[in-house]
């Protein structure tokens, strides 16, 4: 069976602990999530004033930080069904602020489980 790596770059943040829970319902388990900050977030905390400042201004202001990055090693026969929870959960990716989500073959797996 081919094996692929799921990725979702989840900017919904708000919605992460849903998915997880949706995934793990679906039988989908072994995620692993990174905390991530965007280049264009990272950009516009440089112009005049320092991350932290940035960092503080945005989050009194409601503005998004910082998003999660989901990798999931999965069989290529799970990948839709992966793909229909996080739809459901996160809704419509072409909205902006939402996230992205790929998918990448993987050559090989060792350790885990799959």
Known sequence: MKTQVLVLVL???????????????????????????GMGQ??????????IIASI???????????RTIFMVLEENKIPTARSVIRNVVGDLTKPNTGIMFCLPVDFVEGGML
């Open 11 to 37: 900017n919904k943040v708000e919605v992460l602990e849903t998915l997880m829970l949706e995934l793990n319902e679906a039988g989908l388990r072994g995620a692993t999530i990174i905390n991530t900050t």
């Open 42 to 51: 990272a950009l516009a905390s440089k112009k005049d004033e320092s991350y």
């Open 57 to 67: 201004r945005d989050m009194l202001s409601g503005t998004r930080v910082d998003s």
